[in-house]
């Protein structure tokens, strides 16, 4: 048996999908040593996922990785249970933006490679054990190799290997909510010639067709009422001809099958992302039906969630009780997701019982504050956190922005208009001062020089600072504190950034 038993990484990373290659991308942004763990030995070409929403293309944009997703289709209608509504949200990235989930990973891939994420393809995991200590705990991960059986020390482990993942077997960390009862079949397919159909719903059954780059179709086919069954594997070409025929009297056995797939309506959630030194993300953490792309975004913002949180843990920058707050936020943002797909569910693979709901809502998402909610909710822009106080100066309640992503405009500062994207582009907090505020608020930016990028910007009213003195913006883009007060200021920087370098 060869072994590896040296602590190689400060991180391990279970899963090479999307989820844990931007993962390791924002740990290494903040400074921490990550390998990465996949069992498939080159990536899959299947294409799960094809749908990027408005905020996970702003956390991309944050991290410079626009230019690489070239210029994809750009959609402005989406739906909600299969009923079609307007995602037009306010901000640059408004829309579905139609990228494959194979490009995706590609891009984070190499954008994660780039900062030296260490990627190991053909690493099965079968083993794991956590060694309790304050200071000196770790986790010993066994994997299945290549070369044999190695195992590898890192200080936390984070599961990204998808909704039959392995680290929460080992962990036994258990799910709440519902297993599949009913479940839909799946395939992309050459050459066959069939209109498109978007949500088309007969008597019984319901039908999607939708024409993709390449001459490829991707056909999705239920029968209302038919039970998820217990499958080792994807169904047979066969199954999904013969589905195809009964609901719409077309035949595509004359196709050939690239990918075959069949998923059910489970609706679950992990009771805890933490356990411990091993976390979890993605569809390790919950799941639920596809629906929209909703999954591989609150994937990918789960990830952008809690690296740059565990990079500072796990450089020794804080202590490891942030990492509680990842499970605070996302644990919250997953269960109303996780609550928003039920309903959609329900409306989409319910029968003629579920028409009348499905005709009142339609009328009530064609415009207005309806649409307006559901449109923030499915694009993840209306997103708030419970960072703490933060009084708006003006108001004397909570500052508008607090909690809440700092919108992707540009700031007023002396020099010149500034993206915010671009202040965020190096994965450290920002903070904003306006030029007006006290000297002791300007000099924290100074004090915490290795962990923030300090901007003035003029004051105002109606700008980023909404009348407030300073902002506090974690590199995730969400807003930590709002005020003018530099000793709460000072407070909020060590919560979130820990204590400042003495030598500084």
């Known amino acids: 048996m ?3 038993t040296s602590r190689t990484s400060r991180v391990v990373v279970v899963g090479a999908g999307p989820v844990g290659l931007f993962l390791a991308g924002e740990l290494r942004l903040g400074g921490a040593d990550v390998v990465v763990l996949e069992r498939l030995r080159a990536p899959t070409a299947e294409s799960r996922a094809s749908t990027l929403h408005a905020r996970t293309v702003e956390l991309f944009d944050c991290r410079g990785l626009l230019d690489a997703l070239g210029d994809p289709p750009r959609e402005p209608r989406g739906h909600f249970g299969g009923v079609p ?4 949200v306010p901000g640059p990235y408004s829309g579905q933006w139609k990228v ?7 891009i984070l891939q190499d954008w994660a490679g780039a900062l030296g994420a260490d990627v190991r393809r053909g690493w099965e995991v079968r083993g794991l054990t956590q060694h309790d200590g304050p200071e000196d705990g770790y986790v010993e991960v066994t994997a299945d190799t290549p070369d044999g059986t190695r195992r590898l020390r890192a200080a936390y482990v984070v599961a990204c290997d998808g909704e039959d993942s392995t680290v929460r077997r080992l962990t036994g960390a258990a799910l709440a909510g519902t297993p599949a009862v009913r479940e839909l079949l799946r395939a992309d397919i050459a050459g ?7 949500f088309e719903r007969k008597e019984h059954r319901l039908a999607i067709a939708a024409r993709m780059p390449g001459g490829v179709t991707r056909v999705m086919v239920h029968a209302f009422g038919r039970p998820a069954r217990r499958r080792t594997g994807p169904p047979d070409f066969a199954e999904v001809v013969d589905a195809w025929r009964r609901v719409t009297g077309e035949d595509l056995s004359g196709g050939r099958p690239v990918w075959l797939n069949a998923f059910g309506d489970a609706n679950q959630q992990l009771e805890r992302y933490r356990h411990g030194r091993v976390l979890f993300a993605g569809d390790a953490a919950h799941r639920q039906m596809p629906s929209g792309g909703q999954a591989l975004n609150l994937g990918l ?3 952008a969630n809690l690296g740059w949180k565990l990079a500072a843990v796990a450089c020794g920058r804080i202590p490891a009780g942030l990492l509680d707050t990842y499970h605070d936020e996302r644990h919250e943002v997953g269960r109303r997701v996780l609550a928003n797909i039920r309903a959609q569910t329900l409306l989409l693979l319910g029968g003629p019982e579920v028409e009348p709901a499905r005709t009142l809502l339609g009328e009530l998402i064609t415009a207005g504050p309806a649409r307006d909610h559901l449109a923030a ?3 993840g822009l209306d997103i708030r956190y419970r960072v703490g106080g933060g009084a708006h100066p003006l108001l004397g309640a909570a500052h508008p922005l607090l909690g809440a992503r700092l919108p992707l405009g540009t700031l007023p500062a002396p020099d010149g208009p500034l993206r915010v994207a671009e202040a965020l582009r190096d994965g450290r907090g920002l903070l904003l001062v306006s030029a007006s505020a006290r000297a002791e608020l300007r000099w924290l930016g100074k004090v915490w020089s290795d962990r923030l990028t300090s901007v003035a910007v003029r004051p105002d009213t109606a700008g980023p600072l909404h009348g407030a003195e300073g902002l506090l913006v974690r590199p995730d ?5 709002a005020g003018a007060d530099p000793r709460a200021a000072a407070a909020a920087i060590r919560h979130w950034f ?3 370098d003495p030598g500084l």
Do not use: K, S
């Not at 066959?192 to 978007?198: A, E, F, K």
């Open 2 to 4: 060869a072994a590896d």
């Open 85 to 88: 509504m307007d995602l037009t």
């Open 100 to 106: 494959p989930q194979t490009r995706t990973g590609e």
């Open 192 to 198: 066959i010639d069939v209109p498109n159909r978007r």
């Open 301 to 303: 913002q789960d990830a």
């Open 377 to 379: 909710m499915i694009t």
């Open 477 to 481: 883009g969400h807003v930590a504190w």
């Open 498 to 500: 820990g204590r400042p």
